[in-house]
């Protein structure tokens, strides 16, 4: 173990390997979005089972989450992201070759569980190898990379679509080619130096009680403030976020009546800009001037949602929604979340913290979108953006109440 330790390591290429999981975690989204339309048609499946298939991805995401973060604040950062892409290219291989609904179910259920568990064990990696003056901005690259990830599965998809089965297994088969790589390249990275040294603490004895990587932990100070904040936050804005984007060709052909190739080639055009200002916002991220650039986010990521409340439908509020919304979420939505996840607990809570606070928003998330047509349909478009608003409102006010005066950093607290 002390020969791992002593093992150099770019941090950039840790930021660029690990921030992977962001990318296959979005385009494993937009991917099985796209193709489990095709593979309905194809094979015939009622809507009954497309659902519980669709739904399957995102509730197995949550689980895996909690799950990924308590074992990586248990065995290590390194076995236990080697085993979840594992689990993921097995899942995707699955889903490339399935063409009943036992193994379709059974290829999203690993892709889920794969994808949940790498996501915490994956930031914490790239936070514990980070210099303190440039984490910030490493956490925020995987960011960029989740941008990239939606971007490229709706580019495959918008080429593939019309090709049938074989479209679908040509995107489940970039998603295996990719994991693959990753798993050899991960490989190449030793476990975290930090949580080896805080394991070693832990069984000496040295670790607080406080500390041991137990959910109950978060609860207790001087946890608890940062935990609840973030996870309120993280739920606040990841519901309406999700909402739009997994009903945003819905709404923009049911709603205002646009063709489904114009709002595909709207959201292209806006997620790009999403990535770029990410690249913004990672040179002001370590500085003073984070806090200022989160409020700019908020306010613009609000007043997104309240497009269609305040002017209605048509054209011009759809872009404008997507647009503020995508300018919005690069200031004050996941990156910013993935930064102070890492910031506010010490080595062997981070991960189990990470974890609780995506489980707690993805599970959320899966249990709205389940409803969430239904609901436009029965009360009105304007009536569903305002109940959208709101949360993002408590989301925001939540991040602001924890942090708008104090900063978290418990990488020197551990120094």
Known sequence: MGNTRNRHVNPWWVAVVSGMASYI??????????????????????NGQFGLISAALTFCIAIGSILGGSLGDRFGRKPVFSVTMGMLIIGA????????????????????????????????????EAPDDKRGKMLLFSDILWVVGIVVAQGIGAVVGDWGYLGGQIMFTQLAVVSILVLIARQTIPESPVWIKAHEDRLAGKVSEQAQGKIS??????????????????????????????????????VVSLPISVVSTIGLICYP????????????????????LFYMGAALYLLGFLMFPLFGASTVTYVATQLLYCIGAAFAFEGILKV???????????????GAIVFSSRFLCAVAGSFTATFIAVAGYKAAFLVLSLLCLIGFAAAIWAFHGERYNAFDDAE
Request: with cysteine; charged share 15%; proline share 5%.
């Open 273 to 292: 800009i999403r990535a770029i200002l990410d690249f913004v916002f990672m040179k002001f991220v370590d500085t003073d001037k984070r806090m200022p």
């Open 93 to 128: 291989v699955t889903m490339i070759f399935a063409q009943t609904f036992p193994l379709l179910l059974l290829g999203e259920i690993l892709m889920g569980l794969g994808v949940g568990a790498d996501l915490p064990v994956s930031l914490a990696t790239i936070a514990e």
């Open 25 to 46: 975690d979005s385009c494993a989204i937009i991917s099985s979005g796209t193709a489990l339309v095709i593979y309905q048609q194809t094979f015939g499946l009622d």
């Open 340 to 354: 102070w996840m890492q910031e506010c607990f010490p080595t062997l809570l981070r991960t189990t913290a990470n």
């Open 217 to 254: 932990d978060l609860f207790k100070s001087p946890y608890a403030k940062p935990f609840i904040a973030l996870a309120i936050f993280y739920i606040g804005t990841n519901i309406p976020a999700n909402s739009l984007g997994q009903f945003s060709t819905w709404i923009g052909a049911n």
